[in-house]
């Protein structure tokens, strides 16, 4: 049988901006390869054969990176919604290219998530229930920015409780679901439908049997800067599982065709990606340094993110900046906490600085 999955992958990533501005947020490179790759990869281990891909922003970027699905070894078809449909709407517009039978299993993956969680062990689970909908939850130490989703003693979901500043439980949707494809084919048709705020929640009220499979191996959700550089950083390290990984883990990754001077330090888990250059004494930790962008001599780059093709200048210093594609800071900056530079912008030399230069 043909075991199918369902990628969502429509987002515009407005938290991850200006790094999104021309790259859709699951095709952002992560430890040298597309996002998405680290977890069609896992997937493709978990048995999936075939490959739906729910698209709308930046649609073309898919096509061309991933083409007929060669390059994670999956059968990928492409559907694209002209308006967002949200992400019920979007496996409901998805439904019709599906071929699996009715009470058939069908995967649903969010495009923005590293995980190591045991995906056979979620479909043993569903398949043992006869659930509708079997979701991977995950427990993180904070769950205020998440819905929560309690369980019984048997796994069966008790309900969705949307984010708030107390919440009940840390027990969060970790974005990865099994779904009977009757259920998917049941979504309403033509409009924006939330698979959190909309779907799961009727499910339940119809009673209909949802459970979760909780599961605390590594996850994370990409969708912020700071989250963006420690998920490659992970993966970098090892501390993240992943089968797609373009060389062993360790300290720094450094893609063939970089180049990386002999007395720069990268370490901490930073990837640096191919045709980029860092100049003598540089130092580039934890941070990710995308394909044909260079980091000037002396220069000091953590937990960051520099764009592709962009110049971070000599001596210049960030920890905790965004820099967009093709951006030109100068020499002697000092931009931190945050900052996003836009794509293309030029920032002068010793123009920005956060301390005084004394
Ligand atoms: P933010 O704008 O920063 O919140 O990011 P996002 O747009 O990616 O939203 P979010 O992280 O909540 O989305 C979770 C997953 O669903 C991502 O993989 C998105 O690409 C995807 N997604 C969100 N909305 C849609 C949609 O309307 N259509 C499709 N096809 N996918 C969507």
């Given at each position: 049988v043909t075991i199918e999955a369902i990628l969502l992958v429509g987002g515009a990533g407005t938290r991850l901006r200006p790094l999104t501005v021309h790259t859709p947020k699951p095709m952002l490179p992560v430890a040298g390869v597309p996002l998405v790759v680290h977890q069609l990869t896992r997937a493709r281990e978990a048995g999936?054969?075939?490959?739906?891909?729910?698209?709308?922003?930046?649609?073309?970027?898919?096509r061309?990176?991933?083409?007929?699905?060669?390059?994670?070894?999956?059968?990928?078809e492409y559907v694209t919604e002209e308006v967002p449909l949200g992400t019920a709407?979007?496996?409901?517009?998805?439904?019709?290219?599906?071929?699996?039978?009715?009470?058939?299993?069908?995967?649903i993956l969010n495009g923005d998530i590293i995980?190591?969680?045991?995906?056979?062990?979620?479909?043993?689970?569903?398949?043992?229930?006869?659930?509708?909908?079997?979701?991977?939850?995950?427990?993180?130490?904070?769950?205020?920015?998440?819905?929560?989703?309690p369980t019984d003693r048997d796994g069966r979901v008790s309900a969705f409780l949307e984010k708030t500043a107390e919440p009940a439980g840390n027990q969060i949707n970790a974005g990865c679901y099994l779904f009977r494809r009757e259920v998917l084919d049941r979504i309403p048709p033509g409009r924006p439908v939330s698979v959190e705020r909309e779907t799961f929640p009727h499910l339940l009220d119809a009673g209909a049997p949802v459970?979760?499979?909780?599961?605390?191996?590594?996850?994370?959700d990409l969708g912020t800067?700071?989250?963006?550089?420690?998920?490659?950083?992970?993966?970098?390290?090892?501390?993240?599982?992943?089968p797609a990984l373009p060389g062993t883990p360790g300290p720094a990754l450094v893609l063939p065709g970089a180049s990386v001077a002999a007395d720069a330090t990268v370490d901490g888990g930073s990837c640096v990606g191919a045709g980029a250059r860092v100049d003598p004494a540089?130092?580039?930790?934890?941070?990710?340094?995308?394909?044909?962008?260079?980091?000037?001599?002396?220069?000091?780059?953590?937990?960051?993110?520099?764009?592709?093709?962009?110049?971070?200048?000599?001596?210049?210093?960030?920890?905790?900046?965004?820099?967009?594609d093709g951006a030109r800071i100068g020499a002697g900056n000092e931009l931190?906490?945050?900052?996003?530079?836009?794509?293309?912008?030029?920032?002068?030399?010793?123009?920005?600085?956060?301390?005084?230069?004394?």
């Open positions: 999936v054969d075939r490959l739906v891909l729910a698209t709308s922003y930046r649609p073309e970027v898919f061309r990176e991933l083409g007929d699905g060669g390059v994670v070894g999956l059968e990928v709407g979007a496996l409901r517009n998805v439904a019709d290219r599906l071929t699996s039978a009715p009470d058939d299993p069908v995967w995980s190591g969680h045991d995906m056979a062990a979620q479909l043993l689970l569903h398949q043992r229930t006869g659930a509708a909908v079997t979701l991977h939850l995950t427990e993180v130490a904070d769950p205020r920015p998440f819905g929560v989703v459970y979760g499979y909780l599961d605390d191996s590594y996850w994370l800067p700071a989250a963006f550089v420690a998920g490659s950083r992970d993966l970098v390290l090892g501390l993240a599982p992943s540089a130092v580039v930790d934890g941070s990710v340094v995308f394909p044909d962008a260079r980091i000037g001599r002396g220069a000091v780059v953590r937990h960051s993110a520099v764009g592709r093709g962009a110049v971070v200048g000599d001596g210049t210093r960030l920890d905790e900046v965004v820099v967009g931190l906490a945050g900052l996003r530079v836009w794509p293309d912008a030029v920032i002068g030399d010793r123009a920005i600085r956060f301390s005084t230069d004394a």
